[in-house]
């Protein structure tokens, strides 16, 4: 199996611009989530998906951030406008519900 | 909520050292457990797992025992080797098969460095 694939791998952008995340989950998990890592906060659900429908939302920070599951094989996380504060290594993850859960390698984002 | 605390690092070692990271959890019910690895530049990956009381999870000499009346999940290996440095995570989520299962609260994460 391929694994949870995310792209880009790293993405510089400039403060105002549109940032899109993608992944593609591991086939036939039906659950992803996306998680966000940096050095003050350590590593933060930001939202989960079930079945392609959001459960839990709750992490999203705020308006700016929005995610999208449209099928089972994919989903984006999406910020707009930028902050540098949005910086940070974005995780998406995928299980099937009864085993181990498996992260992608991760989305490095620099806001300048 | 669920929350989850690791001894605060970094822990330096020589090589062959023995290792013992600490970490406790707060929870309703009976969490799983888990410790990821984070090497430089990568992802996490899974290092092992318990879903419940008394139960050891172990891999790559890692060993981690659910202890729940301590409430608590540390993570040691008796000899750790330089490629073993790494930051590694411990972390509290549902219980398998439950619906809100992948829904991890991560410790803060404990940097190991491991001198030949």
């Known amino acids: 199996d391929a694994g949870v694939i995310q792209s880009p791998r790293h993405e510089v952008t400039e403060m105002g611009q549109e940032v899109t995340l993608r992944c593609k989950p591991i086939s036939g998990h039906d659950y992803l989530f996306w998680y966000r890592q940096t050095m003050m906060r350590g590593l933060e659900l930001l939202i989960y998906f079930n079945n392609n429908v959001p459960i839990d939302d709750s992490g999203m920070p705020e308006d700016r951030f929005s995610a999208k599951m449209p099928n089972a094989s994919f989903s984006t996380l999406k910020i707009q406008p930028s902050e540098p504060r949005d910086s940070a290594v974005y995780f998406c993850?995928?299980?099937?519900?009864?085993?181990?859960?498996?992260f992608g390698e991760g989305s490095w984002l620099t806001v300048v | 909520g669920d929350s989850v605390t690791q001894m605060e690092g970094p822990v330096t070692l020589s090589e062959e050292a023995f290792l013992t990271i600490n970490c406790t959890y707060t929870a309703t019910g009976y969490p799983s457990l888990f410790w990821y690895v984070q090497y430089p530049g990568e992802g996490l990956q899974l290092l092992l797992k318990?879903?419940?009381?008394?139960d050891k999870g172990s891999n790559k000499g890692f060993e981690a025992t659910y202890r729940k009346e301590t409430t608590s999940f540390h993570l040691e290996k008796g000899s750790v080797q330089v490629s073993d440095s790494a930051v590694y995570f411990c972390?509290?989520?549902?219980?398998?098969?439950?619906?809100?299962?992948?829904?991890?609260?991560f410790g803060q994460g404990t940097i190991l460095t491991v001198h030949p």
């Open positions: 993850a995928s299980t099937a519900g009864v085993d181990t859960i498996y």
């Open positions: 318990a879903t419940k009381a008394d």
């Open positions: 972390a509290a989520g549902a219980p398998a098969g439950g619906t809100s299962y992948g829904k991890l609260t």
